[in-house]
């Protein structure tokens, strides 16, 4: 083996060195993720971190919490992104956690991300057809799971959101009499809701997409989403909560990275990379199912990210590209 002279060496440093300088901008840089422990948000964050990792940053092992603190963490400075901000639901959050100034709203990861209730087929088709028809306590008492005669709605986790819209909306459909919001752990509530509707029992609950339960209680054949009597959403916020001809009464929504803005300012690169990164909320649904299913190991869950990369490699290798030209 030929030894390279010193200035031979030199000159392919300074070859070689802006080369690897771009395509690693983020050589030297650790990026601080807050997520939801939800096993359904891995996938299209993981996908956002291996990209990140492709760019040369470090990746830290993430915090765990609920949106709202995970908000106020970027806001503090505790973390640099949370990458599954919900562009409307979450926007109250983004307020409390110090506004623009410190936390800035980049990209669109997942489009057309619904939310709303829904009651089981039967009920729907024997004429429950709007959250507001509950007011009646007759029809209220048949999705009473307790014994207190009031309808039981399977709700949100507080924290998360969704639960501000749910309580904001009883109490401004005239609903406090004739329903209970059940809140806790989401899966637990819900696995209750799907094995009560299995029995041909009737059902209540809210519940999102993209999300596995849409998988287990199918819209048009188990379920139907209810309308609601007229859209209201708190603290006077507004959005489109017109989906397929029914008013949902949640905006439908985009999902989205917050960023530490101090972050995003000193990365160019990241911040490219978060805005123009997309995936299929069709994806995202298809992933959910196989969690669903049975792989539901972070193992898995990485080889999913894997499979998207690898059939989807020309749309990454862009994000990637833009993400080194911004750097330049």
């Known amino acids: 083996m030929k030894m390279l002279t010193a200035a031979s060496a030199l000159a392919l440093a300074i ?71 919900w562009h409307t639901l979450h926007d109250p959050f983004v307020q409390e956690a110090g506004g623009e100034a410190v936390v800035t709203k980049v990209g669109t990861l997942v489009e057309g991300a619904l939310q709303g209730y ?24 048949k999705f009473d799971a307790d014994g207190d005669g009031k309808a039981d709605l399977a709700g949100c986790v507080p924290g998360w959101g969704c ?47 993209p999300y596995w339960v849409s998988g287990a209680l199918v819209q048009g054949k188990d379920v139907e989403w209810l309308d609601v009597p007229y859209t209201s959403l ?42 123009v990164a997309k995936i299929s909320i069709n994806d995202v649904s298809a992933e959910n199912k196989l969690i669903a299913d049975g792989e539901d190991s972070s193992d898995a869950i990485d080889k999913h990210v894997a499979d998207w990369i690898a059939a989807n490699q020309a749309t990454y290798d862009a994000w990637l590209a833009e993400a080194r030209k911004a750097a330049e």
Do not use: C
């Open 15 to 85: 070859t070689a060195g802006p080369l690897f300088a771009n395509d690693r901008p983020g050589e030297g840089v650790t990026v601080r993720p807050v997520l939801q422990p939800l096993l359904e948000e891995m996938f299209q964050s993981r996908v956002i971190f291996r990209a990140l990792e492709d760019l040369g940053y470090t990746v830290a092992p993430p915090m765990e919490t609920t949106a709202q603190t995970a908000h106020l963490a970027v806001g503090a400075g505790d973390a640099d992104l949370f990458p599954s901000s």
């Open 118 to 141: 829904l009651v089981d087929k039967a009920s729907y088709d024997a004429g429950l057809k709007n959250l507001g028809d509950l007011k009646d306590p007759a029809i209220a008492a």
């Open 163 to 209: 639960e501000r819209v749910i309580e904001h909306q009883l109490t401004e459909y005239g609903l406090r009499d004739t329903v209970t919001h059940n809140q806790g752990e989401y899966n637990a509530i819900i696995a209750d809701t799907i094995a009560r509707q299995k029995t041909g029992t009737p059902v209540l609950y809210y519940t999102w997409t």
């Open 234 to 275: 708190p603290d006077g916020a507004t959005g489109q909560t017109e989906f397929d001809g029914k008013n949902l009464g949640f905006a439908v929504d985009s999902i989205g990275i917050v960023a530490r803005t101090e972050f995003v300012e000193a990365n160019p690169a990241a911040k490219k990379l978060f805005e």
